[in-house]
């Protein structure tokens, strides 16, 4: 069986659930059920007694170690985190807490557990870091995109956490062996996505009638990849990496913030056209820019094509269609995540900005 942090979360629960519809393999699934995580996300799995749930934190070293002792995973997929860059800015101690001593706990709980295993066992154990390309900082428009060997140049309390957890994972299999692998992947969107973040919350948003706040001049770029082709790939690194390596994963998909809420509601406007023409890209409203707000991400995933051979399936025209279309038919998930604590923080964020 494997262990998955973070499994109630947006991309946990997606590669959960895809990899117990494709495999028979049992996931015991540590998550702390913080305002992100959400149980509902694995309803499907109710009476399978191939997903065990755990609600607890990675960092707890007690609970970590009593797991690995009871199910003798083969690997450790290391989702859990907080992910959200606006969050980050506003209070970062959750960040350091969760990203930087909660990942140094489990690197300790299973460096423990591994070191006990034995000959096939122990050459197989994998710990494999889910990272993001936000360490490597931000490009220029005419500078190519990021490959494995970019320096790491955090520039949010977000993406500073994630990189702080990157080096800890490195060290660990530096100095003590431990069997790691770590991806970098670009924005994600797709089913179970949290709505603080753009693409949800601009059809969210739209929906509802209310302003769609694109930051600054919106022409951020950011590499987008459907959920589950990120899935499709952790998979492969698990399954064929090379131990101590790092892949980027990106769907080389680059568009520009404003372009990207325009075609969120030309869809909108096919699949639930408003009264009297009007189009949804009149709720646009640009809001004041995030501090700190990197240009352009972008993501050279050559090594994982080459090495391993994956390749995104979904085209970004594909992928935005089928997000839209899951937004639409579950209302009452929307409904459900759309709790007291998520209002707080929209009142928070954008400060009056917004109707
Ligand atoms: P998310 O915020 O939707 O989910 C995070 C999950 O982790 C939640 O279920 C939460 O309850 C859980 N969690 C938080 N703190 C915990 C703790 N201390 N102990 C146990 N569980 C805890 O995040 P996501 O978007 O699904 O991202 C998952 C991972 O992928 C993160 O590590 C993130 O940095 C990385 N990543 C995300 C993206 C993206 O576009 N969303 C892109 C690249 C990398
Ligand atoms: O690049 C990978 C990262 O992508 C992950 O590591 C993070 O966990 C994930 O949250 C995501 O970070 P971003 O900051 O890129 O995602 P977000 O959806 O918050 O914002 C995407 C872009 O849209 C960014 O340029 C900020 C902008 N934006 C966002 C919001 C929420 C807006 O213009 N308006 C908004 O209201």
């Avoid at 959960?16 to 149980?39: C, I, M, Q, R, S």
């Avoid at 609970?63 to 970062?92: G, Q, T």
């Avoid at 992928?319 to 937004?327: E, Q």
Wanted: glycine residues 8%; hydrophobic residues 40%.
């Amino acid at each position: 069986m494997i262990l998955v942090t973070g499994g109630a979360g947006f991309i946990g629960a997606n590669f959960v659930l895809d990899w117990l519809a494709g495999n028979a393999e049992p996931v015991v699934n540590l998550d702390k059920l913080t305002y992100a995580g959400n149980a509902e996300n694995l309803s499907a799995l109710q009476g399978d007694k191939r997903h065990v749930f755990v609600q607890g934190d990675i960092g707890n070293y007690a609970l970590v170690a009593k797991l690995l002792a009871e199910h003798k995973p083969r690997a450790i997929v290391h989702f859990a985190a907080e992910s959200h860059v606006d969050r980050s800015i506003h209070s970062p101690d959750a960040f350091i807490e969760t990203n930087v001593m909660g990942t140094f706990r489990l690197l300790e709980a299973a460096l423990a557990y591994w070191r006990e295993l034995q000959g096939e066992a122990s050459g197989a154990f994998r710990f494999l870091h889910v990272s993001t390309d936000e360490v490597y900082g931000s490009l220029g428009p005419t500078e190519p995109a990021f490959t494995e060997n970019h320096p790491h140049q955090p520039n949010s309390p977000y993406s500073a956490s994630k990189a702080a957890a990157d080096h800890l994972v490195r060290a660990y299999h530096h100095t003590y062996g431990l069997p790691v692998l770590t991806t970098h992947c670009s924005n994600n969107y797709g089913p179970y996505h949290f709505p603080e973040k753009l693409i949800p919350l601009m059809i969210v948003n739209a929906l509802a009638g209310k302003a769609l706040p694109v930051y600054g001049d919106g022409l951020q770029i950011r590499d987008w990849l459907y959920v589950t082709d990120h899935c499709a790939a952790i998979r492969r690194v698990l399954q064929a990496g090379r131990v101590g390596e790092a892949y980027n994963i990106g769907g080389n998909n680059e568009r520009a913030n404003i372009e990207l809420v325009k075609a969120i509601c030309a869809l909108l406007d096919k699949e639930r056209p408003l009264a009297g023409g009007k189009s949804y890209a009149q709720q646009i409203t640009h809001v004041t820019d995030r501090p700190g707000h990197d240009r352009r991400y972008a993501i050279n995933a050559g090594k994982i094509a080459r090495e391993l051979g994956w390749k995104p399936t979904e085209t970004f025209e594909t992928g935005l269609r089928k997000t839209v279309d899951w937004v639409l038919k579950n209302p009452q998930w929307i409904a459900n995540v759309q709790s007291g604590a998520y209002r707080e923080w929209i009142k928070k964020n954008y400060l009056g900005q917004v109707a």
